[in-house]
């Protein structure tokens, strides 16, 4: 079910694990955008393993990588400025802003530390390194989706899912 990934993590294979599953239909179809966007990340170069830069690819093959990555980031970009507004929305919605402000604004620290490092490799395309950037967006998105669901979005869904919860049916 599990492959090494480049970055040596433990990263799903074909779909979403269940264990990366909140519960939550809303969150969950995004993560699969996510998710998606990991398996896309992983076809742009042809050999992501070993290839230690783009220096043996034809122009042809560097300009291919090149827009693949740009789609990718792209997609990446839109999709966490819409994930992340509609996780913090639920945190304002649900109250959990209120009761435990110090674990929504470490959620909250979390999503601009992603939307910068996905900021950061769009400033920094050069297709003479789209492997080095495809390697580092990997481990970006392996991370984001073995410990920020994990950890942060698990615990916005506990919340809203709670019996007293308002939004519990609404999400």
Request: aromatic fraction near 4%.
């Amino acid at each position: 079910m599990f492959e090494q990934g480049i970055g040596g993590a433990g990263v799903p294979a074909d779909t979403m694990p269940t264990g990366l599953l909140t519960g939550n239909r809303t969150i969950d179809l995004e993560h699969q955008e996510l998710f998606a966007a990991l398996k896309a990340a992983r076809t742009i170069c042809l050999d992501l393993k070993t290839y230690s830069s783009c220096a043996g690819c034809g122009e042809a093959r560097h300009q291919q990588c090149e827009q693949a990555l740009v789609d990718v980031l792209g997609n990446v970009l839109s999709f966490v400025l819409d994930h992340f507004k509609t996780e913090e929305s639920i945190m304002r919605d649900s109250l959990l802003m209120m009761i435990d402000r110090e674990l929504c604004q470490v959620h909250m620290e979390d999503h601009a530390g992603i939307s910068a490092m996905v900021e950061r490799m769009v400033r920094e395309l050069d297709s003479t390194q789209t492997v080095s950037l495809v390697r580092e967006l990997d481990q970006l998105l392996t991370r984001w989706v073995a410990q920020h669901i994990a950890t942060h979005d698990v615990a916005l869904v506990n919340w809203i899912e709670r019996e007293d919860s308002a939004l519990r049916t609404s999400f």
